[in-house]
């Protein structure tokens, strides 16, 4: 099995290393040639590879089964150029890449928007409540629609991502001791990097189509889990402030049953232990 990963950070990395460890032959690709000698200790090939070079693309899935676009924008990135046109491109090179069945791409949960904290599930309207957002679901659109009989494609909206590296006490450290605004009630959804890389191997493995949540069973509010965490670590408990209206544009409580009765079996369903 041939394996592409287009965007090895976090969680592509982790994708390349369980991957290889299983047998594939793992391409992994990066924009930053400082990556490479990192990314050499978890693929079996690394390459040099921008969203916009149709030909490097067409080059890179040629000879691929499956292909992981899990491509990833600091704050400050240029969401059209990182996934929308990086999705366009890889699209107007399919025929030239006759072995590859499969697509997955690693998208958020928060192109739902917000639904007031009701539950959502794959079957729900988005919402998209900011410009970052609108651009994701356009993405996602423009890969659901390169499926064919002979190429299958798979979304993941992910949850908020904690594991190694990123433990929550990391993550929420900062906002210790700090006043937020809102009363912080939103639903606050997560998912574990071993269960990111889990669900990946899984749709590969059973040739999964169409879209996913990928979030864990336990969703506490925001004021709740900083509460813990928080609590949990020592560090000063955070303040709310009602009067302020809250900085967070989505609210929705994200359901995961589609992919349990597909048969995956989360292995972090609960912060246990919390992070």
């Known amino acids: 099995m041939r394996a592409a990963i287009l965007g090895c950070g976090y969680v592509g990395t982790a994708v390349a290393r369980y991957w290889r460890s299983q047998g594939f032959t793992v391409t992994a690709t990066t924009t930053r040639p400082e990556r490479v000698g990192d990314l050499q200790t978890v693929a079996d090939q690394v390459q040099v590879v ?18 992981l676009i899990c491509v990833g924008a600091g704050r400050q ?54 410009e970052n957002a609108r651009i994701l679901a356009a993405t996602e659109a423009v890969l659901l629609q390169a499926a064919s009989p ?11 991502i904690y594991g190694p590296g990123r433990e929550l006490a990391k993550i929420y450290r900062r906002a210790a001791g700090t006043t937020r605004p809102g009363t912080g009630q939103e639903a606050s959804n997560w998912v574990h990097l071993d269960d990111i890389v889990g669900a990946i191997a899984f749709a590969q493995a ?13 969703i506490p509010t925001l004021r709740e889990l ?8 020592h560090l000063e408990p955070v303040r709310w402030d ?8 989505y609210n929705v409580r994200v359901s995961n049953q589609k992919l349990k009765a597909a ?5 972090h369903g609960h912060f246990d232990p919390l992070p």
């Open 50 to 67: 921008q969203g916009s070079d149709a030909a490097a693309i067409a080059a890179l899935i040629q000879p691929q089964n499956t292909l």
């Open 77 to 130: 990135a240029d969401y059209t150029a990182t996934y929308l046109n990086t999705a366009k491109t890889v699209v107007s090179v399919l025929d030239q890449a006759p072995a590859l069945d499969q697509i997955l791409f690693t998208s958020t949960y928060s192109i739902y928007g917000d639904y007031g904290g009701a539950w959502v599930s794959e079957t729900d309207a988005l919402r998209p409540a900011t």
């Open 150 to 160: 002979h190429r299958r494609v798979c979304i993941f909206r992910l949850g908020g």
């Open 206 to 218: 059973q040739g999964l189509q169409g879209v996913y949540n990928l979030v864990q069973d336990e």
């Open 226 to 233: 900083i509460g813990r965490v928080c609590q949990a670590h």
């Open 242 to 249: 009602a009067s302020q209206p809250s900085d967070r544009p």
């Open 263 to 267: 048969g995956y079996l989360f292995r």
